[in-house]
Protein backbone atom coordinates (compact mmCIF):
# COMPACT_ATOMS: atom_id res chain seq x y z
CA UNK A 1 0.00 0.00 0.00
CA UNK A 2 1.40 3.28 -1.10
CA UNK A 3 1.19 6.53 0.25
CA UNK A 4 -0.58 7.97 -2.40
CA UNK A 5 -3.68 5.84 -1.82
CA UNK A 6 -4.17 6.43 1.68
CA UNK A 7 -4.04 10.15 0.82
CA UNK A 8 -6.01 9.73 -1.64
CA UNK A 9 -8.99 7.55 0.15
CA UNK A 10 -10.29 10.26 2.30
CA UNK A 11 -11.26 12.23 -0.77
CA UNK A 12 -13.76 9.56 -1.96
CA UNK A 13 -16.64 10.01 0.15
CA UNK A 14 -19.03 7.10 -0.58
CA UNK A 15 -17.51 3.47 -0.17
CA UNK A 16 -18.92 2.37 -3.67
CA UNK A 17 -17.55 5.72 -5.85
CA UNK A 18 -14.40 4.27 -4.05
CA UNK A 19 -14.49 0.89 -5.47
CA UNK A 20 -15.47 1.56 -8.76
CA UNK A 21 -13.10 4.32 -9.09
CA UNK A 22 -10.82 1.36 -8.12
CA UNK A 23 -12.18 -1.21 -11.02
CA UNK A 24 -13.13 1.08 -13.46
CA UNK A 25 -9.81 3.14 -14.98
CA UNK A 26 -8.35 -0.05 -17.47
CA UNK A 27 -10.41 -2.95 -17.11
CA UNK A 28 -13.90 -2.42 -17.65
CA UNK A 29 -13.69 -1.72 -21.39
CA UNK A 30 -11.25 -4.48 -21.84
CA UNK A 31 -13.05 -7.15 -19.99
CA UNK A 32 -16.20 -6.17 -21.57
CA UNK A 33 -14.22 -7.06 -25.31
CA UNK A 34 -12.54 -9.93 -23.51
CA UNK A 35 -16.17 -11.26 -22.63
CA UNK A 36 -17.83 -11.50 -25.85
CA UNK A 37 -14.68 -12.98 -27.11
CA UNK A 38 -14.59 -15.67 -24.41
CA UNK A 39 -18.57 -15.92 -25.05
CA UNK A 40 -18.64 -15.91 -28.74
CA UNK A 41 -15.96 -18.63 -28.98
CA UNK A 42 -17.72 -20.33 -26.98
CA UNK A 43 -20.78 -20.38 -29.21
CA UNK A 44 -18.64 -21.34 -32.58
CA UNK A 45 -17.37 -24.40 -30.59
CA UNK A 46 -20.64 -25.40 -29.94
CA UNK A 47 -23.47 -23.91 -32.61
CA UNK A 48 -22.24 -26.89 -35.14
CA UNK A 49 -22.81 -29.61 -32.33
CA UNK A 50 -25.69 -28.08 -31.52
CA UNK A 51 -27.19 -27.99 -35.10
CA UNK A 52 -26.73 -31.25 -35.74
CA UNK A 53 -28.06 -32.42 -32.65
CA UNK A 54 -31.44 -30.28 -33.78
CA UNK A 55 -31.30 -31.27 -37.28
CA UNK A 56 -31.18 -35.38 -36.21
CA UNK A 57 -34.76 -34.58 -34.82
CA UNK A 58 -36.13 -33.10 -38.05
CA UNK A 59 -37.15 -35.00 -40.88
CA UNK A 60 -35.13 -34.78 -43.92
CA UNK A 61 -37.91 -32.65 -45.97
CA UNK A 62 -38.09 -30.30 -43.57
CA UNK A 63 -34.48 -29.03 -42.74
CA UNK A 64 -34.02 -29.35 -46.49
CA UNK A 65 -36.31 -26.12 -47.07
CA UNK A 66 -35.07 -24.93 -43.68
CA UNK A 67 -32.00 -25.88 -42.28
CA UNK A 68 -32.10 -23.97 -39.51
CA UNK A 69 -35.21 -24.58 -37.42
CA UNK A 70 -36.30 -26.35 -34.00
CA UNK A 71 -37.99 -29.60 -34.98
CA UNK A 72 -42.05 -28.76 -34.83
CA UNK A 73 -42.24 -32.31 -33.15
CA UNK A 74 -40.66 -35.69 -31.63
CA UNK A 75 -39.48 -37.12 -34.76
CA UNK A 76 -37.24 -40.17 -33.80
CA UNK A 77 -37.79 -41.47 -37.62
CA UNK A 78 -33.89 -40.57 -38.69
CA UNK A 79 -33.06 -42.06 -35.34
CA UNK A 80 -34.91 -45.48 -36.37
CA UNK A 81 -33.67 -45.85 -40.16
CA UNK A 82 -29.66 -45.22 -38.40
CA UNK A 83 -30.03 -47.68 -35.40
CA UNK A 84 -31.29 -50.11 -37.51
CA UNK A 85 -29.61 -49.71 -40.86
CA UNK A 86 -26.52 -48.61 -39.54
CA UNK A 87 -26.04 -51.81 -37.08
CA UNK A 88 -25.42 -48.85 -34.65
CA UNK A 89 -25.77 -51.11 -31.31
CA UNK A 90 -22.94 -53.74 -32.49
CA UNK A 91 -20.53 -51.11 -33.61
CA UNK A 92 -20.83 -49.30 -30.39
CA UNK A 93 -20.44 -52.19 -28.38
CA UNK A 94 -16.91 -53.42 -30.34
CA UNK A 95 -15.49 -50.17 -30.15
CA UNK A 96 -16.38 -50.24 -26.22
CA UNK A 97 -14.54 -53.95 -26.53
CA UNK A 98 -11.71 -52.78 -28.47
CA UNK A 99 -10.69 -49.35 -26.69
CA UNK A 100 -12.07 -50.45 -23.41
CA UNK A 101 -10.08 -53.78 -22.90
CA UNK A 102 -7.34 -52.64 -25.27
CA UNK A 103 -6.61 -49.21 -22.69
CA UNK A 104 -6.87 -51.66 -19.52
CA UNK A 105 -4.07 -53.87 -20.86
CA UNK A 106 -1.98 -51.00 -21.86
CA UNK A 107 -2.05 -49.63 -18.51
CA UNK A 108 -1.87 -52.55 -16.70
CA UNK A 109 1.20 -54.33 -18.43
CA UNK A 110 2.95 -50.67 -18.82
CA UNK A 111 2.70 -49.68 -14.52
CA UNK A 112 4.43 -53.40 -14.43
CA UNK A 113 6.99 -52.26 -16.90
CA UNK A 114 7.53 -48.58 -15.15
CA UNK A 115 7.43 -50.07 -12.14
CA UNK A 116 10.48 -51.90 -12.40
CA UNK A 117 12.10 -49.41 -14.71
CA UNK A 118 11.95 -46.77 -12.23
CA UNK A 119 12.63 -48.85 -9.02
CA UNK A 120 14.98 -51.90 -9.53
CA UNK A 121 17.91 -50.57 -11.48
CA UNK A 122 16.92 -53.14 -13.87
CA UNK A 123 20.10 -53.45 -16.62
CA UNK A 124 19.62 -51.79 -20.05
CA UNK A 125 16.89 -50.09 -18.13
CA UNK A 126 17.54 -47.13 -19.74
CA UNK A 127 17.83 -48.39 -23.46
CA UNK A 128 14.49 -49.79 -22.94
CA UNK A 129 12.73 -46.45 -21.69
CA UNK A 130 13.62 -44.55 -24.74
CA UNK A 131 12.92 -47.60 -26.93
CA UNK A 132 9.81 -46.95 -25.34
CA UNK A 133 9.31 -43.44 -25.39
CA UNK A 134 10.38 -43.42 -29.01
CA UNK A 135 6.99 -44.69 -29.33
CA UNK A 136 5.18 -41.18 -28.54
CA UNK A 137 7.29 -39.41 -31.52
CA UNK A 138 6.67 -41.91 -34.45
CA UNK A 139 4.08 -41.54 -36.77
CA UNK A 140 2.46 -44.81 -35.92
CA UNK A 141 0.08 -45.16 -39.20
CA UNK A 142 3.27 -44.88 -41.62
CA UNK A 143 4.53 -48.34 -40.16
CA UNK A 144 1.24 -50.36 -40.98
CA UNK A 145 3.47 -52.71 -43.79
CA UNK A 146 5.09 -54.72 -41.61
CA UNK A 147 2.36 -54.81 -38.97
CA UNK A 148 -0.37 -56.31 -41.52
CA UNK A 149 2.19 -58.89 -42.63
CA UNK A 150 3.03 -59.94 -39.22
CA UNK A 151 -1.04 -60.12 -38.77
CA UNK A 152 -1.94 -62.12 -41.59
CA UNK A 153 1.15 -64.56 -40.84
CA UNK A 154 -0.43 -65.62 -37.44
CA UNK A 155 -4.19 -65.19 -38.53
CA UNK A 156 -4.59 -62.04 -36.72
CA UNK A 157 -6.38 -59.64 -39.45
CA UNK A 158 -9.77 -59.66 -38.60
CA UNK A 159 -9.60 -60.94 -35.79
CA UNK A 160 -10.69 -58.78 -32.60
CA UNK A 161 -7.67 -59.93 -30.48
CA UNK A 162 -5.46 -58.82 -33.12
CA UNK A 163 -6.65 -55.61 -32.78
CA UNK A 164 -6.95 -55.36 -29.12
CA UNK A 165 -3.30 -56.60 -28.78
CA UNK A 166 -2.29 -53.67 -31.12
CA UNK A 167 -4.57 -50.95 -28.99
CA UNK A 168 -2.76 -52.30 -25.84
CA UNK A 169 0.93 -51.72 -27.76
CA UNK A 170 0.05 -48.70 -28.99
CA UNK A 171 -1.04 -47.74 -25.27
CA UNK A 172 2.40 -48.24 -23.75
CA UNK A 173 4.52 -45.58 -24.68
CA UNK A 174 1.73 -42.85 -23.47
CA UNK A 175 1.29 -44.54 -20.33
CA UNK A 176 5.28 -45.42 -19.70
CA UNK A 177 5.71 -41.65 -19.82
CA UNK A 178 3.32 -40.70 -17.69
CA UNK A 179 3.81 -43.74 -14.83
CA UNK A 180 7.63 -43.44 -14.65
CA UNK A 181 7.75 -40.15 -13.01
CA UNK A 182 4.47 -41.64 -11.02
CA UNK A 183 6.73 -44.60 -10.18
CA UNK A 184 9.75 -43.43 -9.32
CA UNK A 185 8.58 -40.80 -6.64
CA UNK A 186 6.75 -43.57 -4.04
CA UNK A 187 8.61 -43.93 -0.85
CA UNK A 188 11.33 -46.34 -0.52
CA UNK A 189 10.84 -47.05 3.00
CA UNK A 190 6.83 -48.85 2.23
CA UNK A 191 8.88 -51.47 -0.58
CA UNK A 192 11.10 -52.45 2.16
CA UNK A 193 8.62 -52.80 4.71
CA UNK A 194 6.60 -54.78 3.05
CA UNK A 195 9.50 -57.27 2.00
CA UNK A 196 10.79 -57.58 5.85
CA UNK A 197 7.17 -58.63 6.56
CA UNK A 198 8.57 -61.72 3.94
CA UNK A 199 6.59 -60.26 1.11
CA UNK A 200 8.34 -61.03 -2.14
CA UNK A 201 9.07 -57.91 -4.53
CA UNK A 202 5.71 -58.46 -6.94
CA UNK A 203 3.23 -59.60 -3.94
CA UNK A 204 5.19 -56.37 -1.76
CA UNK A 205 4.01 -54.22 -5.28
CA UNK A 206 0.56 -55.26 -5.76
CA UNK A 207 -0.41 -55.28 -1.97
CA UNK A 208 1.35 -52.25 -0.65
CA UNK A 209 2.37 -50.27 -3.36
CA UNK A 210 -0.59 -50.91 -6.44
CA UNK A 211 -3.30 -48.85 -4.20
CA UNK A 212 -0.84 -45.69 -3.51
CA UNK A 213 -0.35 -45.78 -7.52
CA UNK A 214 -4.22 -46.00 -8.40
CA UNK A 215 -5.24 -42.06 -9.33
CA UNK A 216 -2.55 -41.84 -11.78
CA UNK A 217 -3.63 -45.62 -13.15
CA UNK A 218 -7.15 -44.61 -13.72
CA UNK A 219 -6.13 -41.17 -15.25
CA UNK A 220 -3.64 -42.80 -17.70
CA UNK A 221 -6.19 -45.48 -18.97
CA UNK A 222 -8.68 -42.69 -19.63
CA UNK A 223 -6.59 -40.70 -21.31
CA UNK A 224 -5.44 -44.17 -23.19
CA UNK A 225 -9.23 -44.70 -24.04
CA UNK A 226 -9.71 -41.75 -25.76
CA UNK A 227 -7.47 -42.07 -28.30
CA UNK A 228 -8.44 -45.60 -29.01
CA UNK A 229 -12.14 -45.19 -29.23
CA UNK A 230 -11.63 -42.66 -31.79
CA UNK A 231 -8.97 -45.06 -33.85
CA UNK A 232 -9.93 -45.30 -37.03
CA UNK A 233 -6.62 -45.72 -39.58
CA UNK A 234 -5.84 -49.01 -38.01
CA UNK A 235 -9.33 -50.44 -37.97
CA UNK A 236 -9.55 -49.77 -40.92
CA UNK A 237 -7.13 -52.10 -42.70
CA UNK A 238 -6.83 -54.82 -39.65
CA UNK A 239 -10.54 -55.77 -39.72
CA UNK A 240 -12.33 -57.45 -42.80
CA UNK A 241 -16.35 -58.27 -41.56
CA UNK A 242 -18.51 -55.08 -40.99
CA UNK A 243 -20.16 -56.78 -38.06
CA UNK A 244 -16.34 -56.15 -36.50
CA UNK A 245 -16.30 -52.91 -37.16
CA UNK A 246 -15.84 -50.15 -34.34
CA UNK A 247 -17.64 -46.96 -34.68
CA UNK A 248 -15.13 -44.71 -36.73
CA UNK A 249 -15.13 -47.56 -39.84
CA UNK A 250 -19.01 -48.50 -39.14
CA UNK A 251 -19.39 -44.67 -39.44
CA UNK A 252 -17.54 -44.17 -42.62
CA UNK A 253 -19.26 -47.30 -44.55
CA UNK A 254 -23.13 -46.23 -43.29
CA UNK A 255 -22.27 -42.88 -44.78
CA UNK A 256 -21.45 -44.32 -47.69
CA UNK A 257 -24.63 -46.25 -48.02
CA UNK A 258 -27.18 -43.33 -47.04
CA UNK A 259 -25.55 -40.19 -49.09
CA UNK A 260 -28.45 -38.89 -50.00
CA UNK A 261 -31.05 -39.44 -47.00
CA UNK A 262 -29.56 -36.61 -44.58
CA UNK A 263 -31.58 -36.93 -41.30
CA UNK A 264 -30.28 -40.56 -40.53
CA UNK A 265 -26.66 -39.21 -41.21
CA UNK A 266 -27.25 -36.37 -38.50
CA UNK A 267 -28.63 -39.04 -35.92
CA UNK A 268 -25.51 -40.89 -37.32
CA UNK A 269 -23.15 -38.84 -35.61
CA UNK A 270 -25.24 -37.84 -32.41
CA UNK A 271 -25.21 -41.71 -31.56
CA UNK A 272 -21.43 -42.15 -32.35
CA UNK A 273 -20.73 -39.07 -30.64
CA UNK A 274 -22.79 -39.44 -27.61
CA UNK A 275 -20.72 -42.04 -25.72
CA UNK A 276 -17.34 -40.22 -25.47
CA UNK A 277 -18.77 -36.61 -24.97
CA UNK A 278 -20.71 -38.15 -21.70
CA UNK A 279 -17.72 -40.03 -20.64
CA UNK A 280 -16.12 -35.94 -21.55
CA UNK A 281 -19.14 -34.75 -19.01
CA UNK A 282 -18.64 -37.14 -16.16
CA UNK A 283 -14.50 -36.57 -16.15
CA UNK A 284 -14.41 -32.79 -16.90
CA UNK A 285 -12.37 -31.63 -14.77
CA UNK A 286 -10.01 -34.84 -14.91
CA UNK A 287 -9.83 -34.11 -18.47
CA UNK A 288 -9.12 -30.78 -18.48
CA UNK A 289 -6.91 -30.66 -15.77
CA UNK A 290 -5.09 -34.36 -17.75
CA UNK A 291 -5.10 -32.17 -20.70
CA UNK A 292 -3.66 -28.93 -18.72
CA UNK A 293 -0.57 -30.41 -16.89
CA UNK A 294 1.19 -32.45 -20.03
CA UNK A 295 -1.48 -35.41 -20.05
CA UNK A 296 -0.94 -34.24 -23.93
CA UNK A 297 -1.70 -36.61 -26.57
CA UNK B 1 20.68 -65.44 13.59
CA UNK B 2 19.77 -61.87 12.56
CA UNK B 3 23.12 -61.78 10.04
CA UNK B 4 21.97 -65.05 8.52
CA UNK B 5 18.59 -64.24 7.80
CA UNK B 6 20.30 -60.81 6.01
CA UNK B 7 22.38 -62.91 3.67
CA UNK B 8 19.55 -65.12 2.76
CA UNK B 9 17.40 -62.33 2.04
CA UNK B 10 19.48 -60.75 0.05
CA UNK B 11 20.46 -63.60 -1.72
CA UNK B 12 17.03 -64.22 -2.52
CA UNK B 13 16.42 -60.82 -3.58
CA UNK B 14 19.07 -60.62 -6.04
CA UNK B 15 18.02 -63.86 -7.25
CA UNK B 16 14.24 -62.66 -7.31
CA UNK B 17 14.72 -58.92 -8.98
CA UNK B 18 15.85 -60.44 -11.76
CA UNK B 19 13.31 -62.65 -12.08
CA UNK B 20 10.28 -60.05 -10.70
CA UNK B 21 12.03 -57.94 -13.47
CA UNK B 22 11.35 -60.03 -16.27
CA UNK B 23 8.15 -60.81 -14.80
CA UNK B 24 7.35 -57.17 -14.80
CA UNK B 25 8.84 -55.55 -17.72
CA UNK B 26 8.36 -58.72 -20.61
CA UNK B 27 4.38 -58.30 -21.08
CA UNK B 28 4.93 -54.60 -22.18
CA UNK B 29 8.30 -55.15 -23.93
CA UNK B 30 6.95 -58.20 -26.31
CA UNK B 31 3.55 -56.29 -27.17
CA UNK B 32 5.31 -53.31 -27.71
CA UNK B 33 8.50 -54.98 -29.53
CA UNK B 34 6.19 -57.33 -31.87
CA UNK B 35 3.09 -54.17 -32.96
CA UNK B 36 4.72 -51.09 -32.98
CA UNK B 37 8.89 -51.43 -32.47
CA UNK B 38 9.23 -54.37 -34.88
CA UNK B 39 7.04 -52.77 -37.82
CA UNK B 40 8.81 -49.56 -37.28
CA UNK B 41 12.38 -50.86 -37.97
CA UNK B 42 11.00 -53.72 -40.30
CA UNK B 43 9.84 -50.59 -42.47
CA UNK B 44 13.07 -49.05 -42.85
CA UNK B 45 14.40 -52.11 -44.12
CA UNK B 46 11.72 -52.57 -46.20
CA UNK B 47 12.12 -49.51 -48.35
CA UNK B 48 15.49 -50.53 -49.50
CA UNK B 49 14.13 -54.48 -50.37
CA UNK B 50 13.08 -55.11 -54.23
CA UNK B 51 9.63 -56.97 -53.43
CA UNK B 52 7.65 -59.07 -55.87
CA UNK B 53 3.99 -59.39 -54.24
CA UNK B 54 4.92 -60.03 -50.77
CA UNK B 55 8.33 -61.45 -50.73
CA UNK B 56 11.35 -60.01 -50.62
CA UNK B 57 13.55 -60.91 -53.54
CA UNK B 58 16.80 -59.26 -53.46
CA UNK B 59 18.35 -55.44 -51.81
CA UNK B 60 17.15 -52.59 -54.75
CA UNK B 61 19.52 -49.63 -53.32
CA UNK B 62 17.52 -46.13 -53.43
CA UNK B 63 15.48 -47.86 -55.93
CA UNK B 64 12.53 -47.61 -54.19
CA UNK B 65 13.61 -43.92 -53.20
CA UNK B 66 14.52 -43.40 -57.02
CA UNK B 67 10.85 -44.76 -58.15
CA UNK B 68 9.15 -42.64 -55.70
CA UNK B 69 10.66 -39.32 -56.95
CA UNK B 70 10.63 -39.94 -60.47
CA UNK B 71 7.65 -42.42 -61.97
CA UNK B 72 4.32 -40.66 -62.66
CA UNK B 73 1.82 -40.59 -60.61
CA UNK B 74 4.21 -40.67 -57.35
CA UNK B 75 5.99 -37.88 -58.06
CA UNK B 76 3.82 -35.46 -58.68
CA UNK B 77 1.55 -37.05 -56.12
CA UNK B 78 3.71 -36.91 -53.73
CA UNK B 79 5.10 -33.31 -54.09
CA UNK B 80 1.38 -31.85 -53.83
CA UNK B 81 0.50 -34.22 -51.04
CA UNK B 82 3.85 -33.35 -48.64
CA UNK B 83 2.93 -29.76 -50.02
CA UNK B 84 -0.65 -29.90 -48.84
CA UNK B 85 0.53 -31.22 -45.77
CA UNK B 86 2.72 -28.64 -44.73
CA UNK B 87 0.21 -25.96 -45.77
CA UNK B 88 -2.17 -27.35 -43.26
CA UNK B 89 0.38 -27.48 -40.46
CA UNK B 90 1.97 -23.84 -40.96
CA UNK B 91 -2.18 -22.93 -41.39
CA UNK B 92 -3.11 -24.83 -38.11
CA UNK B 93 -0.30 -23.28 -35.80
CA UNK B 94 -0.49 -20.42 -36.84
CA UNK B 95 -4.86 -20.34 -36.19
CA UNK B 96 -3.86 -21.94 -32.86
CA UNK B 97 -0.98 -20.74 -31.18
CA UNK B 98 -2.91 -17.57 -31.91
CA UNK B 99 -6.26 -18.33 -31.13
CA UNK B 100 -5.10 -21.21 -28.27
CA UNK B 101 -3.14 -17.91 -26.97
CA UNK B 102 -5.91 -14.90 -26.83
CA UNK B 103 -8.28 -17.45 -25.05
CA UNK B 104 -5.76 -18.47 -22.56
CA UNK B 105 -4.95 -14.89 -21.39
CA UNK B 106 -8.87 -13.71 -21.62
CA UNK B 107 -9.69 -16.71 -19.62
CA UNK B 108 -7.73 -15.56 -16.80
CA UNK B 109 -10.24 -13.02 -16.00
CA UNK B 110 -13.10 -14.71 -15.99
CA UNK B 111 -12.87 -16.46 -12.44
CA UNK B 112 -16.39 -18.08 -12.20
CA UNK B 113 -17.26 -19.10 -15.33
CA UNK B 114 -13.61 -20.37 -16.66
CA UNK B 115 -13.54 -24.11 -15.88
CA UNK B 116 -17.35 -24.23 -17.88
CA UNK B 117 -15.74 -22.20 -21.02
CA UNK B 118 -12.92 -24.49 -20.73
CA UNK B 119 -14.94 -27.27 -21.27
CA UNK B 120 -16.72 -26.23 -24.31
CA UNK B 121 -13.52 -25.34 -26.04
CA UNK B 122 -12.24 -28.60 -25.59
CA UNK B 123 -15.32 -30.72 -25.88
CA UNK B 124 -14.58 -30.97 -30.07
CA UNK B 125 -11.36 -32.10 -29.14
CA UNK B 126 -12.93 -35.43 -27.54
CA UNK B 127 -14.73 -36.15 -30.96
CA UNK B 128 -12.79 -38.66 -33.42
CA UNK B 129 -11.86 -36.86 -36.27
CA UNK B 130 -14.10 -38.93 -38.62
CA UNK B 131 -17.23 -37.30 -36.76
CA UNK B 132 -15.80 -34.07 -36.76
CA UNK B 133 -14.69 -34.55 -40.56
CA UNK B 134 -18.61 -35.51 -41.54
CA UNK B 135 -20.18 -32.81 -39.14
CA UNK B 136 -18.22 -30.09 -41.23
CA UNK B 137 -19.42 -31.67 -44.45
CA UNK B 138 -23.26 -31.36 -43.43
CA UNK B 139 -23.05 -28.67 -42.37
CA UNK B 140 -21.06 -26.33 -45.46
CA UNK B 141 -23.48 -28.82 -47.53
CA UNK B 142 -24.73 -26.14 -50.34
CA UNK B 143 -28.11 -28.04 -50.33
CA UNK B 144 -29.35 -27.79 -46.99
CA UNK B 145 -26.63 -26.57 -45.51
CA UNK B 146 -27.19 -24.33 -42.32
CA UNK B 147 -24.22 -21.71 -42.74
CA UNK B 148 -25.51 -21.53 -46.78
CA UNK B 149 -28.99 -20.92 -45.14
CA UNK B 150 -28.20 -18.66 -42.45
CA UNK B 151 -25.43 -16.35 -45.09
CA UNK B 152 -28.76 -16.33 -47.80
CA UNK B 153 -30.90 -15.11 -44.95
CA UNK B 154 -28.92 -11.92 -43.67
CA UNK B 155 -28.23 -11.21 -47.03
CA UNK B 156 -24.52 -12.46 -47.82
CA UNK B 157 -25.75 -14.99 -49.87
CA UNK B 158 -22.72 -14.34 -52.22
CA UNK B 159 -20.47 -14.93 -49.60
CA UNK B 160 -20.96 -18.74 -49.75
CA UNK B 161 -18.81 -20.83 -51.39
CA UNK B 162 -18.90 -24.89 -51.11
CA UNK B 163 -15.32 -24.25 -49.32
CA UNK B 164 -15.38 -28.23 -48.87
CA UNK B 165 -16.31 -28.84 -52.37
CA UNK B 166 -13.83 -26.37 -54.47
CA UNK B 167 -10.83 -27.32 -54.64
CA UNK B 168 -9.12 -23.61 -54.19
CA UNK B 169 -10.54 -23.41 -50.58
CA UNK B 170 -10.93 -26.98 -49.41
CA UNK B 171 -7.55 -27.21 -47.85
CA UNK B 172 -7.80 -24.03 -46.04
CA UNK B 173 -11.37 -25.05 -44.78
CA UNK B 174 -10.12 -28.42 -43.66
CA UNK B 175 -7.48 -26.57 -41.28
CA UNK B 176 -9.79 -24.47 -39.81
CA UNK B 177 -11.98 -27.01 -39.18
CA UNK B 178 -8.93 -29.20 -37.58
CA UNK B 179 -8.12 -25.98 -35.52
CA UNK B 180 -12.06 -25.48 -34.37
CA UNK B 181 -11.47 -29.27 -32.88
CA UNK B 182 -8.17 -28.96 -31.55
CA UNK B 183 -8.22 -25.61 -30.00
CA UNK B 184 -8.85 -26.61 -26.43
CA UNK B 185 -5.34 -27.95 -26.30
CA UNK B 186 -3.72 -24.86 -26.84
CA UNK B 187 -5.94 -23.05 -24.70
CA UNK B 188 -5.03 -25.48 -21.86
CA UNK B 189 -1.79 -25.50 -22.35
CA UNK B 190 -0.89 -22.05 -22.27
CA UNK B 191 -3.42 -21.47 -19.79
CA UNK B 192 -1.67 -23.66 -17.56
CA UNK B 193 1.95 -21.99 -18.68
CA UNK B 194 0.78 -18.60 -17.31
CA UNK B 195 -0.72 -20.01 -14.24
CA UNK B 196 2.93 -20.87 -13.12
CA UNK B 197 3.39 -17.16 -12.23
CA UNK B 198 1.53 -15.47 -9.11
CA UNK B 199 -0.53 -12.67 -10.17
CA UNK B 200 1.17 -10.56 -8.36
CA UNK B 201 3.86 -10.15 -10.97
CA UNK B 202 1.33 -8.90 -13.73
CA UNK B 203 0.06 -6.19 -11.04
CA UNK B 204 3.67 -5.63 -10.36
CA UNK B 205 4.70 -5.00 -13.90
CA UNK B 206 1.22 -2.48 -14.23
CA UNK B 207 3.22 -0.70 -11.13
CA UNK B 208 5.92 -0.05 -12.92
CA UNK B 209 3.70 1.32 -16.12
CA UNK B 210 4.31 -1.60 -18.06
CA UNK B 211 1.90 -1.17 -21.26
CA UNK B 212 0.30 -3.97 -22.42
CA UNK B 213 1.96 -4.73 -25.10
CA UNK B 214 5.96 -4.58 -22.67
CA UNK B 215 3.82 -6.91 -20.50
CA UNK B 216 2.84 -9.48 -23.53
CA UNK B 217 6.74 -9.14 -24.68
CA UNK B 218 8.32 -9.72 -21.37
CA UNK B 219 6.20 -11.76 -19.32
CA UNK B 220 3.68 -13.66 -21.02
CA UNK B 221 5.47 -14.14 -23.98
CA UNK B 222 8.31 -16.01 -22.32
CA UNK B 223 6.76 -17.86 -20.80
CA UNK B 224 4.67 -19.57 -23.29
CA UNK B 225 7.41 -19.82 -25.22
CA UNK B 226 8.44 -23.41 -24.90
CA UNK B 227 4.80 -24.57 -24.39
CA UNK B 228 4.52 -22.98 -28.05
CA UNK B 229 7.10 -25.29 -29.37
CA UNK B 230 5.80 -28.02 -27.77
CA UNK B 231 2.44 -27.04 -29.45
CA UNK B 232 4.43 -26.87 -32.55
CA UNK B 233 5.74 -30.16 -32.40
CA UNK B 234 3.00 -31.73 -31.56
CA UNK B 235 0.85 -30.14 -34.38
CA UNK B 236 3.69 -30.95 -37.01
CA UNK B 237 3.43 -34.85 -36.27
CA UNK B 238 -0.15 -34.52 -36.66
CA UNK B 239 -0.19 -32.99 -38.98
CA UNK B 240 2.25 -35.86 -41.02
CA UNK B 241 -0.37 -38.31 -39.26
CA UNK B 242 -3.05 -36.60 -40.86
CA UNK B 243 -6.05 -39.03 -42.97
CA UNK B 244 -9.07 -39.59 -40.72
CA UNK B 245 -9.78 -35.78 -41.32
CA UNK B 246 -9.80 -35.48 -45.25
CA UNK B 247 -10.61 -38.92 -45.69
CA UNK B 248 -14.49 -38.45 -44.41
CA UNK B 249 -14.46 -35.10 -45.89
CA UNK B 250 -13.10 -36.28 -49.45
CA UNK B 251 -12.29 -39.86 -49.34
CA UNK B 252 -9.23 -41.99 -50.37
CA UNK B 253 -8.12 -39.69 -53.49
CA UNK B 254 -8.26 -36.98 -51.55
CA UNK B 255 -11.42 -34.95 -53.31
CA UNK B 256 -11.97 -32.55 -54.26
CA UNK B 257 -9.76 -32.89 -57.10
CA UNK B 258 -6.58 -33.97 -54.87
CA UNK B 259 -6.86 -30.69 -53.22
CA UNK B 260 -6.88 -32.44 -49.99
CA UNK B 261 -4.51 -35.17 -50.66
CA UNK B 262 -1.74 -35.92 -47.92
CA UNK B 263 0.62 -38.20 -47.64
CA UNK B 264 -1.20 -40.55 -45.18
CA UNK B 265 -3.82 -40.61 -48.00
CA UNK B 266 -1.41 -40.91 -50.52
CA UNK B 267 0.51 -43.96 -48.24
CA UNK B 268 -2.41 -45.39 -47.73
CA UNK B 269 -3.08 -45.84 -51.69
CA UNK B 270 0.61 -46.89 -52.65
CA UNK B 271 0.44 -49.19 -49.31
CA UNK B 272 -2.78 -50.89 -49.15
CA UNK B 273 -5.00 -50.01 -52.76
CA UNK B 274 -1.54 -50.50 -55.25
CA UNK B 275 0.01 -52.95 -57.38
CA UNK B 276 3.65 -54.14 -58.11
CA UNK B 277 6.71 -52.89 -55.63
CA UNK B 278 3.87 -51.73 -53.62
CA UNK B 279 5.39 -52.20 -50.47
CA UNK B 280 8.82 -51.40 -51.43
CA UNK B 281 7.62 -48.23 -52.66
CA UNK B 282 4.87 -47.64 -49.43
CA UNK B 283 8.00 -48.37 -46.88
CA UNK B 284 10.36 -45.98 -48.73
CA UNK B 285 7.27 -42.88 -48.87
CA UNK B 286 6.96 -43.90 -44.85
CA UNK B 287 11.18 -43.86 -44.36
CA UNK B 288 11.26 -40.44 -46.20
CA UNK B 289 7.74 -39.26 -43.93
CA UNK B 290 10.03 -40.31 -40.61
CA UNK B 291 13.13 -38.72 -41.96
CA UNK B 292 11.04 -35.11 -42.59
CA UNK B 293 9.74 -35.62 -38.93
CA UNK B 294 13.12 -35.95 -37.42
CA UNK B 295 14.38 -33.54 -39.05
CA UNK B 296 11.83 -30.88 -38.13
CA UNK B 297 11.93 -32.14 -34.42
CA UNK B 298 15.75 -32.36 -34.37
CA UNK B 299 16.08 -28.44 -35.51
CA UNK B 300 12.84 -27.54 -33.11
CA UNK B 301 14.95 -28.87 -30.30
CA UNK B 302 18.29 -27.01 -31.00
CA UNK B 303 15.97 -24.20 -32.17
CA UNK B 304 14.48 -24.04 -28.21
CA UNK B 305 17.94 -24.26 -27.14
CA UNK B 306 18.49 -21.17 -28.76
CA UNK B 307 15.60 -19.86 -28.09
CA UNK B 308 16.30 -20.31 -24.63
CA UNK B 309 18.92 -17.95 -24.44
CA UNK B 310 17.08 -14.88 -26.02
CA UNK B 311 13.77 -14.80 -25.37
Sequence with gaps: MSEESTIAAPRKNSRAHKRRAERQPYRKPGQSIGRVVVWGYACIALAPLILVLVNSFRPTADFVSNPVGFPTHLYLDNYKVALSQGNFFAIISNSLLYAGVGAIVATFISVLAAYALARWNVRGGSVIVIIFLSGLMIPIQYSALPLFQEFSKFGLVDSRIGIILFYAASGVPFSTYVLLPFCRQLPKDLEDAAMLDGASLGSAFFRVMLPLLRPGIVAVAMFNFMPLWNQFFYPLILLRSPDKFPISVGLTSFFGEHSVDFGPLFAALVVSAVPLVAIFMIGVRKIVDGLATGGVK | ?311
Design chain 2, 1 to 311: MLQSTATMHGVTTRWSRHAWAAIFILPAALIYGAFIFYPLVATVVWGFLEWNGTSAVSFAGFGNFRTLFTLYPFNTQLFSAVLHNIVFFLLSIIVQLLFGLILAVLLRARAKSRVFLQAIYTLPFMMSPIIVGYLWNLILNPIFGPVYEALHATGLGNLYAPWLGQSSTALVTLSLISSWQSIGLPMLLFYAALSTIPSEIYEAAKMDGCTGLQTFRWIILPLVAPTAAVLTLLTFVASFNLFDLPYAVGGVNGAPNGALDVAGLLFYRLAFTGTGNGLGVGSAMATMIGLILLAFTTALLWYRRLAERWV
